[in-house]
């Protein structure tokens, strides 16, 4: 009865997908092919990419700035490295659909919107901002990591 179940709620499933435009992901665009070479280790240990690719999105890692400046210029580098990023892989900033941003500071929001503004083009992503506890690691004053389309 359990494994009949199964079999009627996927059916009921893949009809509504269907009903809405929505096809069946294959085996191949379900597997995450990574896209970058560049993986950061922790004592010998893969930690994280910088990039990967699952069908037709790209996830970009978390960017900071590691010297010595305020928020304006932590922010002007991490935009432009998080574009670099993009480009190298396939996307651009206007094909960006979310962005996370973390600041060390939330006093620094308005200061850091003055160098986002415009980065992204005339439809700008999705935005989520957050002030971290503890600080960015590497004493950036901003990490932005986001999800991109590929197409």
């Known amino acids: ?72 210029a932590h922010t002007a580098h991490v935009l432009d490295e998080l574009e670099k990023e993009l480009v190298k892989n396939g996307s651009s900033m206007e094909k960006v659909l979310k962005v996370n941003v973390y600041l060390a500071d939330l006093a620094d929001y308005k200061a850091m919107n003055e160098v986002y503004r415009g980065r992204f083009g005339a439809n700008p992503p999705v935005r989520t901002t957050v002030a971290t506890y503890g600080g960015v690691p590497g004493n950036s004053l901003v990490e932005i990591d986001c999800i991109a389309a590929l197409d």
């Open 1 to 72: 009865m359990k494994n009949n179940r199964r079999t009627v709620l996927k059916k009921v499933t893949l009809g509504l997908a269907g009903a809405f435009g929505i096809s069946q992901v294959s085996a191949a665009e379900k597997k995450q092919e990574k896209i970058s070479n560049d993986v950061v280790f922790d004592q010998n240990y893969p930690l994280f990419s910088s990039a990967v690719k699952h069908g037709n999105t790209l996830y970009i890692a978390g960017k900071g700035a590691h010297f010595e400046g305020d928020i304006k």
